[in-house]
């Protein structure tokens, strides 16, 4: 079974301050996602990550960037994070075999700025 | 651009009673259907997935959808729920030859009563 694994289930951090969220999958999958879930809006888009170094902007990538240095390992950062940051980040990877390959999601990391 | 719409944003049900959740979706190409649920506290997971063939698809936990291309729709359906199904539902669909990233409904809370 593939297994992706964000490094935090919760996390509290300050207004001002770096966050990096990790996620790491163990299926050599080439495709990797960030995506951001609230209330009544459903899973959107930060960026999505189709191979080593390689990044494309999501429906709401402001405020936010991503590292892939290596195939099995993306990061997502908060550059300065506000208040309105405050959300349930969630990480999935999928097949590059065809758009017909589910996504595979980690637990998310709900993340709180105060 | 592909669309998903899931008309129920909350159905709520007594135990034991069937359950259907409605997605309609809009695209001008063949398209790849999925299901994924999220439990509390907890990351998507594939429920079913419609590719080809047969137009009645069978998933995990007793759960099955039906793919009417005519009406553009996969509604989701269970004949007897569980208390344990309380949870939100997804629908997703990706276009055939379009990009790896799926779009997804805004989904619809499933509330299972005694």
């Known amino acids: 079974d593939v297994k992706v694994t964000q490094s935090s289930r919760y996390l509290v951090k300050r207004t001002g301050e770096k966050v990096f969220l990790e996620c790491v999958q163990d299926?050599?999958?080439?495709?990797m996602f960030w995506y951001r879930q609230d209330p009544g809006l459903g899973l959107r888009l930060i960026y999505f990550?189709?191979?080593?170094?390689?990044?494309e902007k999501g429906d709401i990538p402001e405020g936010y960037s991503v590292s892939r240095e290596k195939k099995e390992r993306f990061s997502l950062i908060l550059e300065s994070a506000s208040t309105n940051q405050t959300s349930m980040y969630l990480c999935?990877?999928?097949?590059?075999?065809?758009?017909?390959?589910?996504?595979?999601f980690g637990d998310g990391t709900r993340l709180s700025i105060l | 651009a592909q669309s998903v719409t899931q008309l129920d944003s909350q159905v709520p049900v007594f135990e034991e009673a069937p359950v259907e959740l409605r997605c309609n979706y809009s695209?001008?190409?063949?398209?790849?259907l999925f299901w994924y649920v999220q439990y509390p506290n907890q990351g998507l997971q594939l429920l079913l997935k419609?590719?080809?063939?047969?137009?009645l698809v069978k998933g995990i936990n007793g759960f099955e959808a039906e793919f009417n291309k005519s009406q553009t729709s996969f509604h989701l359906r269970k004949p007897s729920v569980h208390i344990s199904d309380t949870a939100e539902y997804f629908c997703?669909?990706?276009?055939?030859?379009?990009?790896?990233?799926?779009?997804f409904g805004r989904g619809t809370s499933l509330i299972v009563h005694p």
């Open positions: 999935a990877s999928s097949s590059d075999r065809g758009r017909n390959q589910p996504q595979h």
């Open positions: 299926m050599d999958h080439e495709n």
């Open positions: 990550s189709y191979d080593v170094k390689m990044k």
């Open positions: 695209s001008s190409v063949s398209v790849y």
């Open positions: 419609y590719l080809s063939g047969s137009t």
């Open positions: 997703a669909v990706s276009e055939s030859g379009g990009s790896y990233i799926p779009t």
